[in-house]
């Protein structure tokens, strides 16, 4: 059974989230030897995207800012988001278009910096079908999920790239059953995030996949990131800055060394996916971390493009400046 140092903790966590974490209005209880009791809870399940986490763990980053990490598994970014709003896990990872729009709903969250800068939005299929551009999805069938992001823009991004959204046959799919879906030939493609997605399904089928990424066809929505509760930056700005700090060189090393990220997360996850289906994950995602400077620090233009997308496709209502939903002044510029 794999245990970490924190693994003890358990039980002490799911006490914290079942009185409100933080419900003194700064994160996590204090250990006695002056370390702080922290929970990140990511976007869903370990896959290998969350490496780095577990990489800055073994290495000792957290520990060296104070910080008694625990990783606790997520069910979606919306659930990670209402967990962070209610105060029952100190830190989420989460996608940066439903931060979006949990904050236009009134949570009380903000983006300390999205990791992904250039978002794994795309459309996913067997390299069997022989489509190259978006133009070769015209009469194909694809699954996407109603109420994120992807199905949202998707018929802007086809429009942006000349073909009409009629075109092409659009099937509602649970997410949770999107990848059957696709292994089963009941669509053509899935609009999915292909880094988490693609490897898995190459695992399940034996086929290989192609996608069709939409940063690279002209409209890029920022990725996963960093989100704390607003109170938590009011009254515990330190912790955020050390969390903040251990997060970037997690990452930063990480990328630097994959092989050790996935060793790593092999140690101290539960659930993991298999080491070779992990190690294709993190490699897809290393190139979508921002080049032009460290882990998590984003520019206003990158934040503005997302909003103005979200706006114009998604229904984000009254949209306002990046700093209504993003708090720039944690992540280190370098």
């Not at 009791?37 to 976007?43: G, I, S």
């Not at 800068?117 to 109603?146: H, M, Q, R, Y």
């Not at 399904?201 to 996949?209: A, C, L, M, N, R």
Request: charged share 20%; aromatic share 8%; with cysteine.
């Amino acid at each position: 059974m794999k245990r970490t140092a924190t693994t003890i903790l358990a039980t002490a966590a799911l006490l914290l989230a079942a009185t409100g974490c933080g419900g003194d209005d700064s994160a996590g209880s204090t250990n006695a030897d002056g370390s702080k009791q922290v929970t990140l809870t990511l976007n869903w399940v370990p896959y290998g995207e969350h490496a780095p986490f577990y990489y800055g763990l073994q290495k000792g980053y957290y520990s060296a800012e104070g910080i008694d990490l625990k990783i606790l598994p997520g069910n979606g970014s919306g659930n990670t988001v209402k967990q962070v709003a209610q105060k029952q896990t100190d830190f989420g990872w989460a996608d940066s278009p439903v931060l979006l729009k949990s904050v236009a709903s009134g949570m009380p969250v903000r983006s300390l910096g999205a990791y992904l800068e250039k978002g794994p939005s795309s459309v996913e299929f067997f390299t069997e079908e022989n489509i190259k551009t978006p133009a070769d999805l015209k009469g194909k069938t694809v699954g996407g999920t109603p109420g994120d992001a992807l199905y949202a823009t998707f018929p802007a991004w086809l429009e942006k790239n000349g073909v009409k959204k009629d075109d092409v046959k659009v099937v509602n799919v649970d997410a949770a059953g999107k990848i059957a879906a696709l292994a089963e030939g009941k669509v053509d493609a899935i609009m999915g995030f292909f880094h988490d997605q693609a490897p898995t399904i190459e695992s399940k089928t034996g086929k290989k996949v192609d996608v069709l990424l939409f940063a690279d066809y002209g409209m890029n929505l920022l990725g996963t990131g960093l989100i704390a509760n607003t109170q938590t930056l009011q009254k515990d700005p330190e912790l955020v800055r050390k969390f903040v700090r251990a997060t970037q060189k997690s990452w930063a090393d990480a990328a630097r060394d994959p092989a050790g990220a996935v060793s790593a997360m092999a140690a101290l996850a539960e659930n993991e996916p298999a080491p070779e289906v992990l190690t294709k994950q993190l490699t897809l995602n290393l190139p979508l971390i921002g080049a032009d400077g460290p882990p998590g620090v984003n520019t206003e233009a990158q934040w503005t493009e997302t909003i103005e997308l979200m706006s114009r496709y998604a229904e984000l209502k009254d949209p306002g400046a990046p700093n209504a939903y993003w708090d720039s002044s944690y992540a280190a510029q370098g």
